[in-house]
């Protein structure tokens, strides 16, 4: 999905937002700018009948996805799935509500705090490095391709999940949310099969090992919802939605930021190697990608947004990335600043659903970005950039670039290689 607004003024009228093409295609930022200012709560209609009312700024985005009381989660999140009824309702935690989902989130918690991840560092950091490792051929080096692998080594990791069925399970959880997308699709995959093979995966995980392995499957399976035992249809909901969450998302932050840092290489100079300048950069770089476009909610009951009067079992689509580009709470939105402070993003989401993967997801891009910003001067892009056939995620399927290395950067990252291999 285009990640900047071309500035031209947009017939968002014209343009279906379900339509997975036009965010490969289109400007959506164009379209959620010019709802922002004429219609900022609207009812569309699909040729098929259903209907869903999107919300695209700021305030009302985070009303819809922080309220649970009027805005249910158990019809499933994401547009793909509008107007039926999510079989994981109640069992998996995006989509459920409050009690069940306090149950299933609380456990998982701890496994994954802020400390808990600050102290993966280190590992997560050398992970990083061997990605980056090729650079020092001084080629081309396709970010979007590369680093598609860095979310599940670091999940895999936490999860116990075996190194050799890590590609599989990208492909697969890649599949699931861009189906149309000829770089998954493309294998004759539905979402469907996709599903059902990732399921098939996490049956056998479900009973692999004991209760008591120390990984985060390990935690899930000894969930006890209600006070009773978690039954395996939850264990596999649960292990998808952890996989799914870091995977699918994580690896389009870093496409995008290198693509910013290629259009903005002033900017890019800013970053310095301290901690806390690649904090804010980071920071940054989630407002600027915004990976999940929406979250959707149905609503308990008839309530009203902004003055538009919803009625009860509506679907409410709150954009993410049009929140990240309102310019009620972010200056000049349309400028990539690693120095932007304050910057309370909607990326991760807000209220109970906020992601529970955030600290690992910001660990690992501060490990990464760390690194990319000791070793390279600048990127310029080398080739064309490919996005994602997706409603769901804002990303890349390739993004070919050159680095310039700084002085020495070559031998450490050959030596990384060696290390690697
Ligand atoms: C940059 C990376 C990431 C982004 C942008 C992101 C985005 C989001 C968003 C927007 C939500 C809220 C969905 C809603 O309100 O319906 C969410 C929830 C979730 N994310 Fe992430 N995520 C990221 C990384 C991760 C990682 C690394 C994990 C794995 C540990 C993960 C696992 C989850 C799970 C399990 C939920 C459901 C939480 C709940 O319902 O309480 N995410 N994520």
């Not at 009948?49 to 919300?55: A, I, L, P, W």
């Not at 959880?173 to 059902?196: E, I, M």
């Not at 049009?322 to 200056?331: G, I, L, M, P, Q």
Request: net charge negative.
């Amino acid at each position: 999905m285009r990640i900047t607004c071309s500035g031209a003024r947009s017939d968002w009228r014209a343009v279906d937002l379900t339509d997975p093409l036009f965010y490969a295609q289109g400007d959506p930022h164009a379209v959620w700018r010019a709802m922002r200012d004429e219609a900022p709560v609207h009812r569309h209609r699909l040729a098929d009948g259903r209907e869903y009312v999107s919300v695209t700024r700021y305030a009302d985005v985070r009303t819809v996805v922080g309220d649970h009381q009027v805005f249910s989660s158990r019809r499933g999140n994401m547009l793909s799935v509008l107007g039926g009824h999510d079989p994981a309702a109640d069992r998996m935690m995006v989509s459920s509500d409050p009690p069940i989902h306090t149950e299933l989130r609380a456990p998982l918690m701890k496994h994954l705090s802020q400390q808990r991840m600050r102290e993966l560092g280190p590992a997560i950091r050398a992970m990083a490095r061997g990605l980056l490792a090729p650079l020092a051929d001084g080629d081309t080096w396709d970010v979007a391709e590369s680093v598609a692998m860095f979310p599940m080594m670091f999940t895999g990791l936490l999860m116990g999940l075996p190194e050799r069925d890590w590609p599989e399970l990208v492909r697969l959880t890649s599949t699931s949310v861009a189906p149309d997308d000829p770089a998954y699709g493309a294998d004759g995959d539905s979402p469907l099969s996709a599903h059902h093979e990732l399921f098939d995966y996490f049956v056998e995980l479900a009973h692999t090992g004991d209760d008591d392995r120390e990984d985060l499957v390990g935690a899930i399976r000894r969930m006890t919802p209600q006070g009773r035992r978690i039954r395996t249809d939850e264990v596999i909901y649960n292990c998808y939605n952890v996989l799914l969450g870091a995977t699918v998302t994580a690896p389009h932050v870093i496409a995008s930021t290198v693509l910013a840092f290629t259009e903005h290489p002033d900017v890019y100079a800013r970053i310095t190697p301290e901690a806390d300048a690649v904090d804010l950069a980071v920071t940054e770089a989630l407002r600027w990608s915004s990976p999940a476009t929406h979250a959707m909610r149905y609503t308990n009951a008839a309530t009203e947004i902004g003055g538009v009067p919803i009625g009860a079992d509506e679907a409410v689509v709150a954009w993410l990335g049009s929140a990240n580009r309102d310019r009620a709470v972010f200056d000049d939105p349309y400028r990539f600043d690693v120095t932007r402070r304050p910057n309370p993003h909607l990326a991760f989401g807000s209220g109970r659903h906020y992601c529970i993967g955030a600290p690992l997801a910001r660990v690992a891009l501060g490990e990464f970005f760390g690194e990319v910003v000791r070793i390279a001067e600048g990127f310029e892009l080398a080739g064309e950039v490919r996005h994602l056939v997706s409603n769901f995620i804002a990303g890349f399927t390739s993004l070919p670039v050159r680095a310039r290395l700084r002085p020495g950067a070559e031998r450490e990252l050959a030596a990384a290689r060696a290390e690697g291999s």
